[in-house]
């Protein structure tokens, strides 16, 4: 199973501010994603970060809001901008292993966001 | 539009009792399903992964069993432990219907307490 590191792991941050969420996997990925979980409910997939190509955002996610970075086959980032109070979240990276469609996804202990 | 429905929202039972967690679907077109475990403020564990051409599937006191034909399928948890506290997220892999690629649905989840 992959081994997966988030940093940081809890962050308070100002209104307006910015935030930066490092993903980090310890074997190589084709595609990795990001989810939201606010407080009390279930996961929502923001977008599928691919390497060497821009990611693709689910609808009601747009890349001015949550831009990506996928560098390599091990690595993504997910920045936060302008936050607001509704932005905070627990923040997932989570990688899938094996085929495409019916692989076994491993997430990451996740970021926890709080926006005052 | 893929639903995944989990019941009970939350259960508490005794230690030692045996426990079935119940997850729904709504398009039997799915990939695979896959049961995770996730603690307070953490992130997920992956617990079992069950293809679509598979029945069930068993890791320890842990049985998954997968009936597509009717969208649905149950986690049996054996002697329950209080250390198996948790709430447990039901995930559905299924296609996208606007792409070739697929699409994880999440449940609401069970917030299962054991006691002592």
């Known amino acids: 199973s992959a081994v997966i590191s988030q940093k940081p792991s809890r962050d308070i941050c100002q209104r307006g501010t910015s935030l930066t969420i490092q993903c980090q996997v310890d074997s190589q990925v084709t595609m990795m994603f990001w989810y939201r979980q606010q407080p009390g409910q279930s996961l929502t997939l923001i977008a599928t970060a691919n390497q060497g190509s821009e990611a693709t955002y689910e609808s009601g996610f747009v890349i001015d809001k949550f831009p990506i970075s996928r560098p390599n086959l091990t690595f993504s980032t997910l920045t936060v901008s302008n936050m607001s109070p509704e932005d905070s979240s627990i923040y997932l990276c989570?990688?899938?292993?094996?085929?495409?469609?019916?692989?076994?996804?491993?997430f990451g202990e996740g970021s926890r966001l709080t926006v005052l | 539009k893929q639903e995944v429905t989990q019941i009970p929202a939350a259960l508490s039972v005794p230690e030692g009792e045996n426990l079935v967690l119940n997850c729904s679907f709504t398009?039997?077109?799915?990939?695979?399903l896959q049961w995770f475990r996730q603690d307070p403020g953490k992130g997920l564990t992956s617990l079992l992964l069950?293809?679509?051409?598979?029945r069930e599937q068993t890791s320890g006191r842990l049985n998954a069993s997968l009936d597509k034909s009717s969208g649905r399928s149950t986690l049996y948890i054996a002697a329950s432990q209080p250390g198996d506290s948790a709430t447990y997220l039901c995930?559905?892999?299924?296609?996208?219907?606007?792409?070739?690629?697929?699409?994880?649905?999440f449940g609401e989840g069970t917030q299962l307490t054991v006691n002592p």
């Open positions: 069950i293809q679509s051409s598979q």
């Open positions: 989570s990688v899938s292993q094996g085929a495409m469609n019916t692989g076994e996804l491993f």
């Open positions: 995930a559905v892999m299924g296609r996208r219907r606007e792409t070739s690629g697929s699409r994880l649905t």
């Open positions: 398009d039997s077109a799915i990939y695979n």
